[in-house]
């Protein structure tokens, strides 16, 4: 595990959506990553700790995961496992220039912080996996077919998540142990900006810093050093697309040196920090 990276994955601009259908083992989990279009994961496969965001959770067979733009997850980490799923993406900025003014009604799809999980009733699962069969089976998913399908799939899943979205508070499967996690997680993300150290946790959760450590690898599978790394260039990315200098986003999250953020930004994301921010700024 210790080769998982964070990544950011870019979508094209022009296509409105994509869709797969996988159900096989997987050759190596895919580790923290984001993406610039929305997500929604139809898993069904029962996953035991998905991360979305700053929570780490249970997720049953069944689900439907609504991933916003730019939100960290990670969904599966066995390797060799098999894995059931449908992973339909939406371009957002496609329907900010379609629906204009009336894209607000699909703010949820780019609201990173606030994912959705939707539990997907007996008799609904029949014509969700029926409308992603359809999408799957159109070969040119800019065609009149292909928009009509899109439409008519949109339409039924945001009709699920406007219902979802009246209950305010959402009840989350976490387990007391996740739980302490998603604490450890919340503490780590108020402090990014320090050079905090396992010790410095340990201390403020009263744990044992080998336990602590155990504890966390055991639901994030990767260690807290390696986490809070991702976490730093996580947030730099959002720096950077909102506008901040490089040089601003080293100083914020407390970086040394430019030398030693440039190799650490490079290193998750594949290019520098102003390529980055020239790139995809918002």
């Not at 870019?10 to 409105?16: E, K």
């Not at 998540?161 to 009840?171: A, P, S």
Request: include cysteine.
């Amino acid at each position: 595990m210790s080769n998982i990276e964070f990544s950011t994955s870019m979508y094209p601009v022009a296509p409105p959506f994509d869709i797969v259908y996988k159900h096989e083992a997987t050759d190596h989990p895919v580790g923290p990553h984001s993406h610039n279009a929305a997500e929604l994961y139809y898993t069904l496969t029962d996953l035991p700790d998905v991360l979305l965001n700053d929570k780490v959770l249970e997720v049953k067979a069944g689900t439907l995961l609504v991933i916003p733009t730019f939100c960290t997850h990670q969904l599966y980490h066995e390797a060799g496992k098999v894995y059931e799923r449908y992973i339909f993406s939406i371009n957002t900025q496609w329907l900010d220039s379609v629906f204009c003014e009336g894209a607000a009604d699909f703010s949820y799809l780019a609201d990173s912080p606030n994912p959705i999980l939707i539990n997907i009733s007996q008799n609904m699962r029949k014509e969700i996996k029926e409308s992603f069969d359809k999408l799957i089976s159109i070969k040119e998913n800019t065609s009149i077919e292909a928009m009509s399908a899109f439409m008519d799939t949109l339409a039924l899943i945001h009709g699920m998540t406007r219902k979802m979205n009246l209950k305010k508070n959402q009840e989350l499967p976490i387990s007391p142990s996740q739980r302490k996690v998603n604490d450890i997680i919340s503490f780590l993300k108020n402090h990014l900006n320090e050079n905090i150290s396992i010790p410095d946790v340990s201390a403020h959760f009263y744990l044992n810093p080998d336990y602590l450590a155990r504890l966390f690898k055991s639901h994030m599978h990767i260690s807290i050093g390696k986490y809070i790394a991702l976490q730093k260039i996580s947030a730099a990315e959002e720096m950077l697309r909102n506008g901040s200098t490089v040089s601003e986003v080293q100083e914020a999250l407390g970086y040394s040196s430019y030398a030693y953020f440039f190799k650490n930004f490079q290193k998750i994301t594949g290019m520098s920090p102003s390529r980055y921010r020239s790139q995809f700024r918002l």
